[in-house]
């Protein structure tokens, strides 16, 4: 027997499966592990819709905001200020300052401008319109994806599905209260608004209606800790979430849970330059249509600061914070369907997909051992080797482990015995024709080598394939599939090949081909 540089990466990579896979099988506390997916370990299935409608409104309002921020940043007066669902009026008071809106106008894509002397019409065009629309789903599928990453789920599938509908699969959701606290963190809009109190009117909000307060360019809107308490708001905010930059839980000086949120550059500068021009006045802090604060302004505020304070627990808190973090959403969702997968359907998945994975590989090392003998031993060795390297890598890398996985794996176990097949086969060939084990062996190897390579590449790009296009159930399915090659590319040619190697003196002096390849001669 001698030792040989393939036996020594064998060892290596036999070693490193069993101690990276063992927190996984054992399911130990330390140490890194597969996480079940939502079809084997329960959780929850929501399929949600999309109104992409509002997504428009809330691009025209922007627009809007835009509009009203340029005229008062270059003092230019301007007039009824007004808009509806796709289209924004105002009439600039001074005719020579047309121009320097027409210049202005010109860099907002997607708008059709047209002027009738002072009056200014701002229509967005259908092909913005669309573009709004599919911008709001890709959005929606980002901001639910970071929401839920950084709520602390593991591996949360969201996908689009058809036009305009996301799949949302959480796995490990197990009470009710896990259950609401998700959703309500997914439908959540977060949208962050910064409103000027119309001190003019505020004093008659209860004596008007929404129409009477639209009639001036305002809105009413609830405290959110009294929804007795109204405020009359101007309809067109000064700023946005859109250009928040972070949102973290802080306290107040009563020790309650608070949000301190940072603005960007140019939210800072409107802010600065709203809160300068508007002293004595007060700032409405407006999240989701409701109120949370409205403040006097004492001062000139810099530095793109704010806080928002409210009713809510630390837990309550910290949701809102992410939800600000992972940005708001252009257009509420809505839920369609939900179901929850109980962690008894998973164990019952669990338990059939064990019995498949420990059938098919007690059927496989049988027929080895029986059709190649001592070879059908070393492929075994081999294929076990296969599976410790698989679940090791999933493990170190988190994978989620899904049903098809299972199947992938299952699928893993014919094609790194397949390797074997066609090496031991080509091996036999050679012996039949003669030649030594050392040149049967050297040789069986170097012919099998571009079958198989053939073969483990092309499905490797159909797990590739299969992983860049699928979703979820399908992702993990070429998971599986992938590392299993790879690890059978490792397993079945390098390892074994150092086996026969190191044994290659006790083969041929031994001449008992039956007992070594399953042949006679």
Do not use: C
Request: charged residues 20%; hydrophobic residues 45%.
């Amino acid at each position: 027997m001698k030792l040989n540089y393939r036996v020594i990466i064998f060892a290596i990579a036999i070693v490193f499966g069993v101690f990276f896979s063992a927190p996984s099988l054992l399911q130990s506390e330390s140490g890194k592990k597969i996480t079940l997916g939502l079809d084997l370990q329960g959780g929850l299935y929501m399929l949600l819709g999309v109104k992409t409608e509002e997504a428009t409104k809330s691009r025209i309002k922007s627009i809007a905001a835009s509009i009203k921020h340029f005229a008062q940043r270059n003092d230019i007066l301007i007039d009824g200020l007004n808009f509806d669902d796709r289209t924004i009026r105002f009439e600039v008071l001074d005719s020579d300052e047309v121009k320097s809106f027409d210049t202005f106008l010109s860099e907002i894509e997607g708008v059709k401008v047209s002027n009738n002397a002072t009056v200014i019409t701002l229509t967005l065009s259908d092909k913005e319109i669309q573009k709004t629309k599919k911008q709001a789903i890709e959005q929606a599928i980002e901001t639910i994806r970071n929401r839920l990453d950084q709520f602390g789920l593991s591996e949360p599938v969201v996908a689009r599905q058809g036009q305009d509908k996301i799949l949302v699969q959480l796995a490990g959701i197990k009470t009710p209260q896990e259950e609401q606290r998700a959703r309500e963190l997914i439908s959540r809009a977060a949208k962050l608004e910064l409103m000027a109190v119309d001190e003019e009117r505020q004093a008659r909000v209860y004596n008007m209606t929404q129409a009477d307060a639209a009639a001036y360019g305002d809105v009413i809107l609830e405290d959110e800790k009294t929804p007795q308490l109204k405020y009359l708001v101007h309809e067109i905010p000064i700023l946005d979430g859109g250009m928040l930059t972070n949102a973290n839980v802080g306290f107040d000086q009563n020790n309650r849970p608070v949000i301190n949120f940072k603005l960007n550059a140019e939210g800072a500068e409107i802010f600065g330059d709203f809160t300068g021009k508007n002293v004595g006045k007060r700032l409405a802090v407006v999240l989701d249509g409701k109120v949370y604060s409205a403040p006097n302004i004492n001062e000139r505020i810099g530095g793109g600061s704010g806080q928002i304070s409210g009713n809510y627990t630390v837990l309550e808190a910290k949701d809102l914070a992410i939800a600000l973090r992972s940005g708001a959403l252009l257009a509420p969702i809505y839920l369609m369907e939900k179901r929850s997968v109980g962690p008894s359907l998973g164990a019952d998945s669990i338990k059939a997909s064990m019995v498949a994975l420990i059938g098919g590989f007690a059927l496989v090392v049988l027929f080895m051992l029986v059709y190649y003998r001592m070879a059908g031993v070393i492929a075994n060795i081999a294929l076990v080797a296969n599976l410790f390297i698989l679940l090791a890598v999933m493990s170190l890398f988190g994978a989620t482990l899904t049903l098809p996985g299972m199947a992938g794996i299952v699928l893993t176990v014919g094609m790194a015995v397949d390797a074997n097949v066609i090496i031991n086969e080509r091996i036999r060939e050679l012996i039949y024709e003669g030649k030594s084990i050392h040149k049967a062996i050297d040789e069986g190897y170097s012919n099998a080598m571009r079958a198989i390579l053939d073969a483990n590449i092309t499905t490797l790009i159909a797990s590739v394939v299969l992983y860049v296009y699928g979703t979820g159930a399908i992702k993990g399915f070429a998971i599986t599939m992938s590392i299993g090659i790879l690890a059978s590319m490792l397993t079945a040619i390098l390892g074994t090949h150092g086996i026969y190697e190191m044994l290659e003196d006790k083969i041929a002096k031994s001449k008992n081909n039956k007992f070594w390849f399953g042949i006679k001669g």
